[in-house]
């Protein structure tokens, strides 16, 4: 059983730049798609970015097109740990963001395909 939590997310300013932590327990990373999806009031949730970590530590790194350049997602192993780094937020980045594992590499950007969820931290970017 993987649970994930995540943490650091806050109310900043339009312009600010926020880490958020997704910590893993139960296995290891290796051989999982680690991703952040972002739900904003009465919208759907959404694919955020994603890491396809193969068993040699490499690994594979997706964006959202609209994110590409603001956001970026990083991992620890040593911490069992993805981050994602959100820089120049905008309002519209509002959302509960999501930390989420799947035990495959493939299909990164598909909701469905993931079996473990946090509880997700808010984000909240005033204007």
């Known amino acids: 059983q993987v649970q994930l939590v995540e943490s650091g997310g806050g109310l900043v300013q339009a312009g600010a730049s926020l880490r958020l932590s997704c910590a893993a327990s139960?296995?290891?990373?290796?051989?999982?798609?680690m991703g952040w999806f972002r739900q904003a009031p009465g919208k759907e949730r959404e694919f955020v970015s994603a890491?396809?970590?193969?068993?040699?530590?490499?690994?594979?790194?997706y964006y959202a097109d609209s994110l590409k350049g603001r956001f970026t997602i990083s991992t620890d192993s040593r911490k069992n740990t993805v981050y994602l780094q959100m820089n120049s937020l905008k309002p519209e980045d509002t959302a509960v963001y999501y930390c989420?594992?799947?035990?495959?590499?493939?299909?990164?950007?598909?909701?469905?395909?993931?079996?473990?969820w946090g509880q997700g931290t808010q984000v909240t970017v005033s204007s």
């Open positions: 989420a594992a799947r035990s495959a590499l493939t299909r990164p950007t598909m909701m469905s395909g993931y079996e473990y």
């Open positions: 139960g296995r290891t990373f290796s051989g999982y798609t």
């Open positions: 890491v396809a970590i193969r068993w040699n530590g490499g690994g594979n790194t």
